[in-house]
């Protein structure tokens, strides 16, 4: 076999084992982004309305703003009454569509207090930018 075929057959199969291992690793990260642990401690149900958000407490009590304590792992359920709406916080790094007819899950355990905004990242109205709210983290 001459070198350039030789060094063609690596190439050809260099690739093939650096796309696997790469399709290997995202399947894994993506599967564990997805799925929620087992230990939830609470289900909080997040409603996207034009131009708010509700927050319904496992205790059925509706909020404009949500208080979790640190460590404390969270499920949220995610809908929207009227139009697409977007579950964004981002320095949490999340964020998830808000549509009419679907529940979407999402779940966060933050380790850090402090306030993060809550946004919509979906252009939704006249009254998007004012689509805020904050997440409260306790110690
Ligand atoms: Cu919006």
Request: overall charge negative; glycine content about 6%.
């Amino acid at each position: 076999m001459h070198t350039a075929k030789k060094l063609e057959l690596l190439t050809v199969l260099g690739a093939i084992v650096i796309l696997t291992y790469i399709t290997a690793i995202s399947t894994v990260a993506l599967y564990e982004i997805d799925t929620p642990p087992d230990d939830i401690d609470r289900i909080i149900k997040v409603t996207g309305r034009q131009f708010f958000w509700t927050f319904e407490m496992p205790d059925g009590t509706i909020s404009n703003e949500i208080r979790i304590k640190t460590g404390e792992t969270i499920l949220f359920e995610i809908r929207a009454e009227d139009v697409i709406h977007s579950f964004f916080i981002r320095e949490l790094a999340i964020k998830q569509d808000a549509v009419p007819g679907h529940v979407e899950t999402l779940w966060i355990r933050v380790d850090k207090p402090g306030e993060y905004n809550i946004l919509c990242a979906e252009l939704c109205g006249t009254g998007h930018t004012f689509m805020t709210t904050k997440l409260i983290v306790t110690e």
